[in-house]
């Protein structure tokens, strides 16, 4: 049998290594140590005065799997499951129909100074907080001196309490998570359409292919590998929701909205906010990282069955 020799260590492993560190750090510290609060779950957690965290979680008493009664027997649990689950299917289709339609039409736009300004006029979104756009919703929605109240009583009308009418908000809620996430999956979309060879254009013109034939015969399916790769990350957070979105945005997702607004995560933490038990709302986030695990396995299990080359594992 033919040996091989083991590769020594060299200046670009140590180089690639370094580079890789400040992100394995990060991950260590804020992803990997914190599972081991997932114990607080299974566990009538108690507070002991004078002692540590650690020490509370090991001398607290076991619960099994009492606490999942918490989220399992609430009247709301069909209410927040529906919330955010039907948000995110809403978010994946029309996010990813809207981002890849507008990468494609700046990516034919002739003149790169004005690509570059719309590039960064629906980028800049992406980095306002959800509390600053807050401000400029409730500037707008406000029942006392908000723009569209203000303009329905010039026109004779009576204002409208729209943070007490349950219909509007989805449609709010979808438009204000399109304006501020499109702008960043674009990017992405964008970046892939950069990197396709620009040869197989060229032969599409000398063929006689219009501007539409390239985008669907060419653009698309070079393409494909992205969009089926950012579906499936974004069908495994299916179960989680925009915190800042659904709680900053609706002024916290309460009173005769919550049927509209409500999602695992505002109700979580609006459990937090009462006496409720620490141990019963980690039990329901327990969930979520679980059903999440589910769905994206399950999603990439589909994707393979179609087309193994564009799953991910």
């Known amino acids: 049998m033919k040996r091989y020799k083991r590769r020594r260590w060299n200046k670009n492993d140590t180089e690639l290594t370094l580079l890789a560190l400040p992100a394995t750090v990060w991950y260590v510290l804020f992803c990997f140590l914190p599972m081991f609060g997932l114990i607080i779950a299974f566990k009538n957690y108690r507070v002991t005065g004078g002692k540590s965290f650690v020490y509370n979680i090991f001398h607290s008493e076991w619960a099994g799997l009492k606490n999942f009664e918490f989220l399992i027997k609430s009247k709301d649990l069909f209410v927040i499951l529906r919330n955010t689950i039907l948000y995110n299917l809403v978010f994946i289709v029309l996010g990813l129909i809207l981002a890849v339609s507008m990468a494609i039409m700046i990516s034919l736009l002739y003149s790169r100074r004005k690509s570059k300004v719309y590039q960064t006029l629906m980028f800049f979104p992406y980095f306002m907080s959800w509390v600053v756009a807050a401000y400029f919703v409730d500037a707008f929605l406000n029942v006392d001196n908000g723009m569209i109240n203000s303009m329905i009583r010039e026109a004779g009308g ?41 040869t197989l254009y060229e ?64 109700y979580v933490y609006n459990a937090l906010q009462s006496s409720t038990p620490i141990g019963m709302t980690s039990a329901a986030t327990f969930f979520q990282s679980v059903a999440c695990c589910a769905t994206i396995l399950l999603a990439n299990a589909l994707v393979r069955k179609i087309d193994s080359d564009s799953a991910i594992i």
């Open 203 to 266: 032969a599409a013109v000398v063929d006689g292919a219009n501007k539409r034939q390239q985008v669907f015969y060419i653009t698309l399916p070079c393409l494909k590998n992205v969009i089926v790769m950012m579906f499936i990350l974004n069908v495994g957070k299916i179960f989680y929701s925009d915190f800042g979105l659904f709680y900053q945005i609706t002024q916290g997702a309460k009173g005769s909205i919550f049927s509209a607004v409500a999602t695992i995560d505002t």
């Open 158 to 198: 009576d204002r409208v309490q729209w943070y007490m009418n349950a219909d509007v908000w989805p449609f709010i809620l979808i438009i204000m998570y399109l304006w501020k996430n499109t702008g960043y999956n674009m990017v992405i979309y964008l970046s892939s359409i950069a990197g396709i060879d620009s």
